[in-house]
């Protein structure tokens, strides 16, 4: 097949190719470099001590977190009173989640958590873990809590285990819980982690202390 009389299609594709990398050149010379992430050194959020997650909680996701919490404790000479987290997350892995836990809770500084857009699962064990009076719902925020779930296989023995393993992350939950709202353990039970999805507004999730402010970002000092 033919383009412009002359090309055959191979070469035509190869040409627009080109034509896009040249493109791309192109902006990345005119804008002068490309968008910093909140964890650049150099990026104005991470100067103000300002992280956003919005994602999924994994392994690779939490990563970054875990070590500008911890850079920042470690610094020799510490540039923030305060850092701030915003969190909007579906939820994900509980180890990767707990291993951030244990770092935000043993942090230095305080640590300001805000809830935006939809904290649930894991975000939701994210935002109750920053410091207390410093965690802060947006009005339109949705919250969702639930059991732990898990699935496994495998021989007797190695079933077994994994019975202890579920019995350990659900008494992790209830103890943390427990310490981030001060709700008694029948509380935990029935309002947080019974049978079926509890979803609450920002309102609800303050009286059962799950937050300490609901309010507008733009408030916000």
């Known amino acids: ?21 040249e493109m791309e050149v192109n902006m990345t010379e005119e804008e002068g470099q490309k968008p910093q992430s909140a964890t650049d050194p150099n990026s104005e959020l991470f100067q103000r001590g300002f992280h956003v997650f919005m994602g999924d909680v994994t392994m690779e996701s939490m990563n970054p977190i875990i070590n500008w919490i911890i850079a920042a404790n470690f610094a020799k000479e510490k540039q923030h009173k305060e850092l701030t987290l915003g969190i ?76 202890k393993e579920f019995d350990l992350t659900s008494t992790r939950l209830l103890r943390h819980y427990k310490k ?28 059962l202390g799950l937050c300490d402010e609901v309010q507008e970002m733009g408030k916000m000092t």
């Open 88 to 163: 909007c997350s579906p939820g994900g892995d509980l180890n990767a989640c707990f291993a951030l836990l244990d770092v935000m809770m043993g942090s230095s500084i305080p640590i300001r958590t805000v809830g935006m857009g939809m904290i649930a699962s894991c975000g939701l064990l994210m935002f109750i873990s920053g410091a207390k009076g410093k965690r802060v719902l947006t009005p339109n925020t949705s919250i969702l809590s639930h059991q732990y779930s898990w699935g496994s296989w495998g021989k007797e023995h190695e079933l077994f285990a994994r019975i």
């Open 1 to 21: 097949m033919l383009r412009d009389g002359s090309l055959e299609e191979k070469d035509y594709m190869m040409l627009q190719v080109n034509d896009v990398k």
């Open 180 to 207: 981030c709202t001060k709700l008694k353990e029948k509380e935990i039970r029935e309002k947080l982690m019974p049978p079926h999805d509890v979803w609450l507004d920002a309102k609800e999730a303050k009286k």
